[in-house]
């Protein structure tokens, strides 16, 4: 006990000492070179060649410091600053002494500093994206930027917030394009952007506002200046064989008037055309069904599947494209827009396909080597005239569509048969739509209506005669033709009164619709110079027209955070066909009810649940009704029997939403189920020859898909990368009869996207996708087939200074079809830049390698398709960018 | 109950201005400082994020303030109320008296930095109606800073930055300071490191400050030239606490100083929908920037 104690005791004694030992204690005075006293200089210590300081002192009036070190190395490194001297730095030895530090004058002058604000920041339903924090050297254009924000999703040029489209993109806040936003994004340079804003629960019509609840997502940008005058521009030429590229796009962006113009042309593989796709029709109070629609295609060439991979390796184009738009805005808040676009582009697709169909009675093989032209013609333009204010709201939209298609199609079939289709489709529609609101003491009174009229005229050629067991009982002859004319006019009409109601808003409408349909077809075979013509099953004259009367109601209900949105309409449906002087639909007469309903709870401010559910009760179009033969590509022939084809169903949903702009992390999920049941199944009979015939059997048939969705999304801000994670699943199951057995078709399909960016350094980026996928198919008679694929893809820019670029692309693709070996694509480019003319020469290498073609599987129905396609050679292209 | 007498006699008062106003005699008030001109080369601007009710993130909001230097002194304030006061003194304009119902402005101080005083100048209630704007002005020692530096480094900026922890005003805060500027300065009344403070929030991350320029200027500011400022010495917790009963009375208040909240502008407002909010409105402004009990 007593040993005990006295060690205890010496601890204590050693333990003092030592503390005692460490007690340094360095102090001095600060003076200049003349002996005055410094005050206000920092005296800090750090251990040498480390980075952080250990501790400090602050001089006092009298230029008297003391720090006391509390390290126990050997040395210490003394610094001493002020704004006003020379930084002096001393490496002492540690233990307790007295300096006296000589300041040297020397105006330290502080460097002007200018800190990108906060990359994410939420005000409100706004979030806000500064570009600058998401901008690397080498990003041109917004797209670019807006494309790496993460809670953004980008597919196809289509913007996805949180897994749902945007519904308006704007910049300073006007809208310009009315969703053909495609054209601004590819256009717009960055660096006249200083926000990519996201305005949550945004609903853009003003007089809606306090009563119509939005869960949709608007996009704005936010310009550096007030009024910018803008231009992007490119110029380039290439071969081998000859390729060209040229685009000049001005815009001017004010407070009151905004304009872009844009010509392009190309034949070197850029879709341009795209940005021309409205993404969303706008302004429409309730029910997006304000834009022209296209005209059913009856009849195609036989095409080959398109990789699923960036247009622009495979894309054999020659495109043509003018768009003209702007927009005014007037005194007393009234909107003018106009745009006019035109574009031609002649396409040429080669390819080979195998068909392996899975029969009831055994496998038929079927080859196809294919060598199609395509040209397109495509006029719009249209007037918009829309006031949106507090208390009214009042929006015209006048807009003519015309495209008209001719295409050529050669195709080698099981190796020894040409076959040679002629189509022509042409689609003209005018289009008129209104609404209208004001409030008429407490209550909103709403009006829309549309009127539509259109003209699908569309013819097919087919050389030698095919289907000639279907169509010249087995006897070969020439040339089947197949002629087409169809029309339709459409009105849809209705009157709604919106009314809050304490926490609720609630609108009962009253809506009739009319659709008047025409389908006129025939089929001429020709042998011998000689038209032969079939009898009246192969002639089609058909008129159909559908009215609807209805009444509904719709109530949306937010209080703190809950938020509802519920909606029941009741319409009576009136259907009449007349073919060939018979009324197979006479007033026949049918209701429909599709209840929805959805609930959202903000479980706090970053995250959010969601459940839906609706039952939909629907007919469909009376355009398949015909029960004359119709040619629709070289090898299928179909007829249906004129009956109303109904179906019924449930959907439902459960969606989470998470979003934490301050550590810049966003993810959603989402599963979804719709069982629907219809009263038909389309039922294809395929012959030895692999040609089928397509009818309707009055059968059942179920339709069952489960879904699964998640994003991720975060941006680390140190390295100034946003890493995203995409994953989907569905799995369903599906009714189909062929050959005369009814079968059911399980089918499970998957895939993941990793995408990570980096924008850290100003010499080098990197980007890099990881898709993974696949699928499985069930079929009947216990065949099924297995699809998987990975694709990658690699891109890094290097900056050398100011002048220099090289940028590679890598993408790497790999399936699991036997025979095919993965495929490696390799894009180089360098782009020298010349600072006096703010302009970029670039020298691009496409191709580098010289792969040929692209193999894939694509499973269908009843059958597995193995395709090859011909990609662009190797090309070289040089060209200059320009902005200004 | 000392408290509530004070308030009383700020409402007899107040009474006291409008019967003087109603005669048309204007009144100077007294005690007034005489102005003074600081002339300063360096501004520093911080983009402040801040939540007024820590139970609502939607409550986030955001401003920038200047931080202006010279070699002795420096001064903190928003940019805003610079601006403002620059063309008050420039137009020599008189700012009308306003009826703000709500909660009182919380930006309107300038802390002045000099020596090893932290001097704060602080608009305690706003205006009144009467067009006076009691500004109370208290001090306090550099020292109350006991920063903890630690070893965590970063670079913000380009800058060298290190950790330093203080707790202050009742909340836990982090600064990152770099000692490559050797100005021991910061926002608000934050001060005392060996380098400037570049960003600046407390842990719960109510309250940040994050410095975004640095720029030169030559910038003279005028101080104490505002006829209808009424300088009262206090102290800190005298300041807090009167405002606070201030905002919590606010409607009463007002009424008895003769503001009318029955005018009808609408069909929800209505003398008691108005009395509710404003009453909601200052129990949510529970986050100030120092908390005191």
Redesign the interface.
């Known amino acids: 006990m007593r040993i005990h104690h006295l060690t205890l005791f010496a601890i204590f004694l050693f333990a003092c000492t030592t503390l005692r030992a460490q007690q340094v204690v360095v102090s001095g005075r600060v003076i200049d070179s003349v002996g005055n006293p410094v005050a ?5 210590y750090r251990e040498s060649k480390s ?6 002192a ?1 001089s006092k ?1 009298d230029g008297s410091y003391q720090l006391v070190i509390m390290t126990v190395g050997d040395s210490i490194e003394l ?1 001493i ?4 001297y020379k ?1 002096v730095q001393r490496l002492l030895p540690n233990r307790t002494a007295e300096y006296n530090i000589e300041l040297e004058a020397g105006n ?1 002058e ?9 990359p994410i ?4 339903d706004t979030i806000s994206y500064a570009v600058n924090a998401f901008a690397a050297k080498g990003d041109l254009v917004i797209g670019e930027i807006i494309r790496k924000l993460p809670g953004i999703e980008m597919v196809d040029g289509r913007i996805f917030y949180q897994g749902k489209p945007i519904q308006k993109y704007m910049v300073n806040n006007l809208d310009l394009m009315e969703g053909r936003y495609g054209m601004i994004n590819e256009n717009l340079r960055a660096d006249a952007v200083i926000d990519v804003q996201v305005v949550e629960n945004d609903q853009p019509i003003k007089v809606l506002d306090s009563l119509v609840i939005s869960d949709r997502a608007s996009l704005n940008l936010k310009l550096k200046k007030a009024v910018t005058i803008t231009a992007t521009g490119r110029a380039g030429v290439g071969g081998n064989p000859v390729i060209w590229t040229a685009n000049f796009t001005p815009m001017v962006f004010g407070k009151t008037f905004q304009s872009l113009i844009s010509l392009q042309t190309n034949n070197s593989g850029e879709d341009a055309s795209r940005n021309l796709q409205p993404f969303y029709t706008g302004g429409h109070l309730f029910r997006p069904s304000g834009e022209n629609t296209n005209g059913p295609s009856f009849l195609s060439v036989r095409n080959v599947a398109s990789p699923g991979f960036e247009e622009s390796k495979w894309l054999d184009n020659r495109l043509f494209l003018v768009t003209a738009n702007a927009l005014q805005k007037l005194s007393g808040g009234l909107e003018v827009k106009g745009n006019v676009s035109y574009y031609n582009d002649l396409r040429h697709r080669r390819g080979f396909t195998a068909t392996d169909m899975f029969l009831p009675g055994g496998q038929i093989l079927l080859t196809e080597r294919v060598d199609n032209r395509y040209g397109i013609d495509d006029l719009t333009g249209g007037i918009l005239v829309e006031k949106n204010e507090e208390q009214v709201y009042l929006r015209n939209k006048l807009n003519y569509h015309k495209r008209w298609n001719r295409d050529i199609g050669t195709l080698l079939l099981n190796r020894a048969e040409d076959v040679r289709q002629e189509r022509r489709h042409d689609d003209y529609s005018l289009l008129n739509s209104f609404s209208m609101a004001r409030f008429i003491g407490n209550q909103l009174v709403t009006i829309q209506s549309v009127i539509e009229y259109g003209e699908t005229p569309q013819y097919l050629s087919v050389e030698p005669g095919q289907l000639i067991a279907a169509l010249n009982a087995g006897v070969p002859y020439q040339r089947m033709r197949q002629r087409i004319d169809y029309r339709q006019l459409r009105t849809e009409n209705e009157l709604s009164f919106v009314r809050r109601i304490g926490w609720w808003s609630i609108t009962p409408s009253i809506l009739a619709n009319y659709q008047w349909n025409r389908l006129a077809s025939g089929i001429t075979l020709t042998d011998n110079a000689e038209d032969i013509h079939l009898g009246m099953g192969y002639i089609n004259d058909m008129v159909t027209w559908r009215s609807e009367m209805g009444a509904g109601i719709r109530f949306n209900y937010k209080r703190g955070d809950w938020t509802m949105y519920g909606s029941l309409p009741l319409s009576l449906h009136v259907f009449n066909v007349r073919q060939q002087g018979l009324r197979p639909l006479h007033n026949a007469a049918r209701g429909t009810l599709n209840p929805t309903t959805s609930v959202h709870y903000r479980l ?3 995250q959010e649940l969601s459940a839906g559910m609706a039952y939909t009760q629907e007919f469909e179009e009376m355009d398949n009704l015909y029960n004359a033969y119709i040619i629709g590509s070289y090898r299928s022939i179909q007829r249906y029997s004129a009956r109303l084809l109904g179906s019924r169903g449930i959907r439902s949903g459960l969606s989470y939403r998470y979003g934490n702009t ?1 550590k810049g992390v966003f993810a959603d999920a989402s599963y979804s189920y719709s069982n629907r049941l219809q009263d038909y199944l389309f039922e294809a009979s395929v012959d030895s020859l692999g040609q089928s015939e397509v009818r309707i059997a009055d059968r059942n048939g179920r339709n069952i898909i489960h879904g699964l969705s998640a994003n991720y999304g975060v941006f680390f801000p ?1 390295i100034k990368t946003v890493a995203k994670l995409r994953t989907d699943a569905r799995m369903g199951q599906i009714d189909y009869q062929l050959n005369g057995v009814m079968a059911a078709r399980r089918h499970q399909s998957w895939q993941g996207t990793l995408e990570l960016t980096n924008s850290m350094w100003d010499y080098l980026g990197l980007s890099y996708r990881w898709t993974q996928g696949g699928s499985i198919t069930h079929l009947a008679g216990g065949m099924s087939n297995i699809v998987k694929y990975q694709h990658h893809f690699l891109q890094i820019d290097s900056h050398i200074g100011d002048r220099h670029s090289f940028s590679a692309e890598n993408a790497y693709y790999r399936n699991n079809i036997e025979g095919v070996s993965a495929q490696y694509f390799l894009d180089c480019s360098y782009s020298y830049h010349v600072v006096k003319w703010n302009t970029d020469v670039v020298l691009e290498a496409r191709n580098v390698l010289g792969n040929d073609r692209y193999t894939q599987q694509v499973s269908s129905d009843y059958q597995l398709v193995e395709t090859y396609f011909e990609m662009r050679p190797r090309q070289f292209l040089i060209s200059t960018r320009f902005r200004f | 109950m000392l408290i509530r007498k004070h308030i009383i006699s700020i409402l007899f008062e107040r009474l006291f201005f409008q019967l003087l106003l109603f005669s048309g005699i204007l009144v100077s008030v007294a005690d007034a400082q005489q102005p003074d001109t600081l002339n300063f080369n360096q501004q520093i601007i911080y983009h402040v994020t801040y939540q007024t009710d820590s139970n609502d993130e939607q409550s986030r909001n955001e401003l920038d303030m200047e931080l202006l230097l010279n070699d002795e002194t420096s001064m903190f304030q928003s940019i805003s109320k610079g601006r403002r006061d620059s063309i008050y003194h420039a137009e020599k304009r008189v700012r009308m008296p306003t009826l703000l119902m709500g909660p009182v402005n919380k930006f309107s101080y300038q802390i002045i930095k000099n020596g090893t005083l932290i001097k704060t100048y602080d608009s305690a209630f706003g205006m009144n109606l009467q067009g006076v704007d009691q500004i109370y002005y208290y001090e306090e020692p550099m020292n109350i800073f006991k920063w903890q530096i630690k070893a965590d480094t970063t670079r913000i900026a380009g800058m060298l930055c290190q950790r330093a922890d203080v707790r202050f005003g009742g909340r836990d805060w982090v600064a990152w300071f770099t000692a490559e500027i050797p100005i021991s300065d910061g926002p608000y009344k934050f001060c005392g490191l060996p380098g400037l403070i570049v960003s600046l929030a407390d842990v719960k991350n109510y309250w940040r400050f994050d410095l975004t320029h640095i720029r030169k200027v030559e910038k003279d500011v005028i101080l104490n030239f505002q006829s209808w400022y009424e300088y009262v010495p206090a102290t800190k917790e005298q300041l807090f606490r009167e405002r606070r009963m201030f905002q919590n009375n606010l409607v009463a208040m007002q009424e008895a100083a003769g503001a009318d909240l029955s005018v009808r502008t609408s069909k929800e407002h209505t003398h008691e929908n108005v009395k509710k909010n404003v009453t909601k409105r200052m129990a949510n402004d529970n986050n100030w920037i120092e908390l005191y009990p």
């Open positions: 206000k200089a920092s005296i800090t980075p952080a300081i250990l501790g400090y602050i009036p610094t600053s002020h704004l006003s930084k330290t502080l460097d002007e500093v200018i800190l990108s604000p906060l920041r939420k005000r409100g706090d401010v970053r301050r140190s």
